[in-house]
Structure formats: C-alpha cells, structure tokens
C-alpha cells in the first residue's frame, strides 16, 4: 500500500466518563485513514467525535455520537477519504465516551422490579422520586436501612461497574465522589445502580451475569448520605449525564407492582 504521508495528526483531547476498556485509534488505507474503536465493555457505549478535518471527507459524518456494540473489537467509526493527494492532509479530533446507547428511548416501562432486599424484610422509602433532600429533578429512591443489610438485584443483567473502596461518608455533594455502587446493564438497555455499598461490600464483580434476586452485596454509609441507606436508580446513560426513569415494584407477596411511594414502608415477602 503506497503510504498518503506525509500528515499532520493533531488529536486534540479525549475525555472518557466512566470506563477504561475503551479505545479509539486510527489505521491508514490507501484511499485515507479508518476510525476504530475496540469497546472491551459489557455494556454498549457511545463515543462523540469531532473531526478537525483538512482535505479528507468522512464517511459517516462529523461531529455526533457513534454506538460501539459490546465486546467488540475494531469496530469501524468512520472511513477518511482524501479529497486531493496533490494537497496536505491534516486529521484531528476531539472525543468524549460513556457507557450505554445515547440515543435509546425506549424501554420495557411495565417490568416488575424486585424490591432491592431479601424476603421478609421491611424497610421505609425515606426519598422517593424528586425528593427534596437530594433527589430533586431526578427519579432515585433512598430505602433506609442499617450498614451490613444484604442486597439483592431488583432485576437480572451484566455487571458493567464496581466501587467498593471507599469509606468516607459526609452529607454534602463534594462526597458523592467517594460513593460506593454496583452498576448492572439489563437486557432492555437501562442501567440500576446500587449505591451507598459498604466498602468491600460488593459480593458480584464486573462481567458477572446475575438473575432477578440474587444476593450481590451489603448496604452501607459511603460517599454522599444523611445516614445508612441503599439509593437505587434505574437509566439511560447519556454522553455527559444521566435521564432518570421511573420504575415499579413488586411488594407484599409480589403479585402486584406498583409505584413507590416516599415515607412508606415496604415489605418483600416473596
């Protein structure tokens, strides 16, 4: 393959949100270059690309976000075409990644949660959705219980994250970065992060597939909290932030799901 250099490369920042297995790089053809991505994630994720572009034409566009499947390697962005090879080349670009699928919409929004505990227990709903303790604008619930409960899965899927190193616990925002989760990927392209778990807590690791009401670890006091809670939140994951759902749950002996509500308590007997 006769070689298009010389060129000026020029990347100029890249900046990832939640993963490390995750790498986009660049091969050259003979009509140019090719983008790729290898996503080593057990979950989808979407990559926002925005080529600074001198005499070469994409592809597949410029400036928007690409869905790299799961476990894929050398999965292709976009092909770099040069325009004119008499003319110099310049290929750059900026790009930003996160778990997930960025344009997902839909859901399963009839699927019948677990109550995210064991049977027999009861535990109060002490912030329901849009709480105005720290859940305001976002559909998130706080279930109070004491450091040590066991947690169990609200519903079945792949470990795609886990923090269990923290211990430090204070009740303002500039904790939240010490908190403690489990992050599972369900088959319908939602996210449920469990979250306040003890250090040390997490009884799953990533890559795990785990079933509806599997034991996976122990509730805790870690990162940003008022006191020992379980925070639990089901959603889509953007490029930068977070749309929020909301969910319902099987309570009592689990032939009906229902929406939560703050300040109740709430029995698992199934």
Request: glycine share 8%; with cysteine; net charge positive.
């Amino acid at each position: 393959m006769k070689s298009i250099l010389p060129f000026i490369l020029c990347i100029i920042s890249i900046n990832t949100y939640a993963q490390d297995n995750f790498k986009l790089y660049y091969e050259e053809t003979e009509n140019g270059f090719i983008i790729l991505a290898d996503n080593d994630e057990y979950s989808p994720v979407s990559a926002q690309m925005d080529f600074r572009l001198e005499n070469l034409k994409s592809s597949n566009g410029n400036n928007k976000v690409f869905v790299v499947p799961a476990r894929t390697k050398r999965h292709t962005i976009t092909d770099l075409t040069v325009i004119d090879r008499k003319k110099r080349i310049k290929l750059g670009y900026e790009s930003s990644y996160n778990h997930g699928n960025h344009y997902q919409k839909k859901y399963d929004a009839n699927f019948k949660y677990y109550l995210p505990y064991g049977k027999g227990n009861t535990f109060w709903l002490s912030q329901g959705y849009n709480g105005s303790t720290s859940h305001k604008g976002e559909n998130a619930l706080d279930f109070k219980m004491p450091i040590g409960t066991k947690v169990y899965a609200a519903r079945a899927g792949v470990v795609v994250d886990v923090e269990e190193s923290y211990s430090k616990s204070c009740t303002n925002a500039d904790c939240a970065k010490y908190n403690n989760f489990i992050l599972v990927y369900h088959s319908d392209g939602t996210f449920a992060e469990y979250t306040h778990i003890k250090k040390n807590g997490a009884e799953v690791k990533k890559g795990d597939q785990i079933k509806i009401g599997q034991f996976i670890g122990y509730s805790g006091n870690v990162g940003w909290a008022t006191g020992p809670h379980l925070h639990f939140i089901v959603f889509f994951q953007r490029i930068k932030d977070r749309v929020t759902l909301k969910t319902k749950f099987l309570t009592g002996n689990g032939k009906q799901a229902i929406s939560l509500t703050e300040k109740e308590q709430y029995t698992r007997a199934y």
